[in-house]
């Protein structure tokens, strides 16, 4: 089965045969929408999106890792990640369009 990924352009697209705006300003409203999404995540905000799921930044401490290949110790720095958390009504999708897909 092959994947498509849905790209700004797409998502811009679809806003423009949606909602009916013109195809510069869909696309400067989808560039606006992420660049908020953007800021809160930079500034420590947790964003929540009602019925989609909730992005958060957590921060995770040093640790020794061990390069596979020498086995040798090696630290991991500590650093900020990226969580994405989805909510139950897309789980619920997700898992019923794998059901009537016969997965």
Do not use: C, H, W
């Amino acid at each position: 089965m092959a994947q498509k990924t849905i790209t700004r352009a797409d998502l811009a697209e679809a806003v423009y045969g949606t909602v009916g705006l013109s195809r510069t300003e869909s696309a400067e409203l989808v560039e606006r929408v992420l660049e908020l999404i953007t800021d809160a995540l930079v500034t420590g905000a947790n964003v929540k999106l009602s019925s989609f799921g909730s992005f958060q930044v957590r921060s995770k401490n040093e640790r020794i890792g061990r390069n596979p290949k020498t086995g040798e110790e090696v630290p991991i720095l500590p650093r900020q990640v990226l969580v994405f958390k989805p909510s139950n009504v897309l789980k619920s999708k997700i898992n019923k369009s794998m059901v009537d897909a016969g997965k």
